[in-house]
T-cell receptor, first 111, second 113 residues
């Protein structure tokens, strides 16, 4: 059973579109994260959700909005996509500040 | 502001060699430090987590040490194998304003058969 899963694995879309990436964890963790890995492979945190409350929003444009319908899911909505949004997006989860487990990533390409 | 640096950026070694990867951080007020590996086109796999009160952690051929006061961690890989080839990342969780994990840029390791 996959611990942290993301869909879709690949996402190709036009500039200006709105898209969503879904994330689910079956580990019973209380904290979930979204990270962006750019073309230089640098990984930067975007959001953290602890018990469904947003903890950190790291200078991310408000075109990005995390939505958590329950503790096991944290979806990422992106409005008005721009070329610079092209990257690999990773979801992760942990129990509080303990070990983080990552999903396989979603490669987003904006044309 | 916390910054995490990993040296070297890339490393190529022959199979069987023992090696050390370095991670340094500028603010010693950390809650814990975690080492990951990332294979090309894949997600991150957790290797070891060291709490701020610990000095080292071991898992198989891997040993991670932490010297919080000097802002350093090392990942020691014994008897390297071609399957160890990957990018190794370290990440710190700060003591304050939690859930703000900061990653280093990684060390790309290539183990030659």
């Amino acid at each position: 059973d996959t611990a942290v899963s993301q869909t879709p694995k690949y996402l190709v879309t036009q500039m200006g579109n709105d898209k969503s990436i879904k994330c689910e964890q079956n580990l019973g963790h209380d904290t979930m994260y979204w990270y962006k890995q750019d073309s230089k492979k640098f990984l930067k945190i975007m959001f953290s959700y602890n018990n469904k409350e947003l903890i950190i929003n790291e200078t991310v444009p408000n075109r990005f909005s995390p939505k958590s319908p329950d503790k096991a899911h944290l979806n990422l909505h992106i409005n008005s996509l721009e070329l610079g949004d092209s990257a690999v997006y990773f979801c992760a989860s942990s129990q509080a500040l303990a070990e983080q487990f990552f999903g396989p990533g979603t490669r987003l390409t904006v044309l | 502001k916390q910054e995490v640096t990993q040296i070297p950026a890339a490393l190529s070694v022959p199979e069987g060699e023992n090696l050390v990867l370095n991670c340094s951080f500028t603010d010693s007020a950390i809650y814990n430090l975690q080492w990951f590996r990332q294979d090309p086109g894949k997600g991150l796999t957790s290797l070891l987590l060291i709490q701020s009160s610990q000095r080292e952690q071991t898992s198989g051929r891997l040993n991670a040490s932490l010297d919080k006061s000097s802002g350093r961690s090392t990942l020691y890989i014994a008897a390297s194998q071609p399957g160890d080839s990957a990018t190794y990342l370290c990440a710190v969780n700060p003591n304050t304003g939690g859930f703000k994990t900061i990653f280093g840029a990684g060390t790309r390791l290539f183990v030659k058969a």
